[in-house]
Antibody
Framework: EVQLVESGGDFVQPGGSLRLSCAAS????????MSWVRQAPGKGLEWVSA????????YYADSVKGRFTVSRDNSKNTLFLQINSLRAEDTAIYYC????????????WGQGTLVTVSS | EIVMTQSPATLPVSPGERATLSCRAS??????LAWYQQKPGQAPRLLIY???TRATGIPARFSGSGSGTEFTLTISSLQSEDFAVYYC??????????FGQGTKLEIK
């Protein structure tokens, strides 16, 4: 059974940093691209970032480019999202999602971790 | 960036009736289009991929159609558990892989 468990969300001040983690199990982690998607309170889904299975191709939404860095440790089946220079508009639930083979289509999602940015 | 536009924003439908949700892409996404269902407090769940293929375990009352820029999600006979928010999402070629703004299916 595919399981994705996010952690690392917290209450932080503007300008702060956080590192989100997503622990994966139930599939061959290194064979699948992974993505981060966020959802601000009461709003829709926003694609944030994606990373290829071996970690050599990373993609970002314009709204986070230069501030967010996605990475993975395939030896530990874990996906990361380093988020710097946090802004109030980054407040959201951050979901990690597993991609289907050979695609960036997300087929399984974790339950998310909440990031709140406020002074 | 490809903009995904869903309509309507809210759709009131009675249980047992048919619901038709639309999604339009600002440029072609071929058939690289997925539909997700999200209930309050839950993560999104994949319903349809490749514009028309049901994901594992999804009931046959859910169907998807379209290609290029125009897509439709149809729920043939609404059950109580189907009232939720539905998102379309493209994963064509290059990112960003944008989502539509969602359609909320509510009980009429």
């Amino acid at each position: 059974e595919v399981q994705l468990v996010e952690s690392g969300g917290d209450f932080v001040q503007p300008g702060g940093s956080l590192r989100l983690s997503c622990a994966a199990s139930g599939f061959t982690f290194s064979s699948h691209a992974m993505s981060w998607v966020r959802q601000a309170p009461g709003k829709g889904l926003e694609w944030v970032s994606a990373l290829s299975g071996i970690g050599n191709d990373a993609y970002y939404a314009d709204s986070v480019k230069g501030r967010f860095t996605v990475s993975r440790d395939n030896s530990k089946n874990t996906l990361f999202l380093q988020i710097n220079s946090l802004r109030a508009e980054d407040t959201a639930i951050y979901y990690c999602a597993k991609s289907a083979p050979g695609s960036f289509r997300s087929d399984y999602w974790g339950q998310g971790t909440l990031v709140t940015v406020s002074s | 960036e490809i903009v995904m536009t869903q309509s309507p924003a809210t759709l009131p439908v009675s249980p047992g009736e048919r619901a038709t949700l639309s999604c339009r892409a600002s440029q072609t996404v071929n058939s690289n289009l997925a539909w997700y269902q999200q209930k309050p407090g839950q993560a999104p769940r994949l319903l349809i991929y490749g514009a028309s293929t049901r994901a594992t375990g999804i009931p046959a009352r859910f169907s998807g159609s379209g290609s290029g820029t125009e897509f439709t999600l149809t729920i043939s006979s609404l059950q109580s558990e189907d009232f939720a928010v539905y998102y379309c999402h493209h994963y064509n070629n290059w990112p960003p892989y944008t989502f539509g703004q969602g359609t909320k299916l509510e009980i009429k």
